[in-house]
């Protein structure tokens, strides 16, 4: 005697993409694309809560002072920039302790630059864009949840300097 195969017929193939629906309803992700790990800037960052989650004090003496937060795909990025008195860098860098002295550059990187989490977002120059820029890493991996940060400062005339600041959290 030979085995008889069941014929396929409505009922199996009407199961099979059933099945097939079932898994691919499974799969779709939610519809809010920020719960999905899209860049997104926070519209809750301020100046204080920014240097606060970097560890950075900002200077009292500081002004025009910016921030952002990114909530990236998987870390956030923060920014940080205000204008300094010239003078007051002399013992804002050292509190920061940096890990090695910072590196003077005289001239741009790049002409144009648009990284993920630019500083244009904050109506400022990339850094990288400009010359006479002193600039290093902080830290590497830094304490608490901080990943890295690093810093850039340029000079806006002979008494004002932009402290830039870069986090990765």
Do not use: K, N
């Not at 059933?18 to 301020?46: E, F, I, K, N």
């Not at 050292?94 to 630019?118: G, I, K, N, Y």
């Amino acid at each position: 005697m030979s085995a008889r195969r069941a014929p396929v017929g409505s009922a199996t193939i009407g199961g099979m993409v059933l099945a097939v629906a079932a898994l691919a309803g499974c799969s779709t992700g939610p519809a809010d694309p920020t719960s999905r790990g899209v860049p997104a800037w926070r519209t809750d960052a301020t100046p204080a809560g920014v240097g606060e989650r970097l560890g950075v004090p900002i200077p009292p003496s500081a002004t025009d002072r910016r921030a952002a937060h990114q909530d990236g795909f998987q870390d956030d990025v923060l920014l940080l920039v205000f204008t300094l008195p010239t003078a007051e860098l002399t013992t804002f860098l050292p509190a920061l302790a940096p890990e090695f002295e910072l590196h003077q550059r005289r001239e741009p990187l790049v002409q144009s630059l648009t990284p993920m989490a630019p500083f244009a977002h904050l109506d400022v120059p990339e850094p990288e864009t400009l010359g006479d820029v002193r600039e290093g890493q902080v830290c590497a991996p830094c304490e608490d949840q901080l990943d890295y940060l690093e810093i850039a400062v340029h000079p806006l005339d002979d008494q004002d300097s932009r402290v830039y600041l870069r986090g990765v959290d």
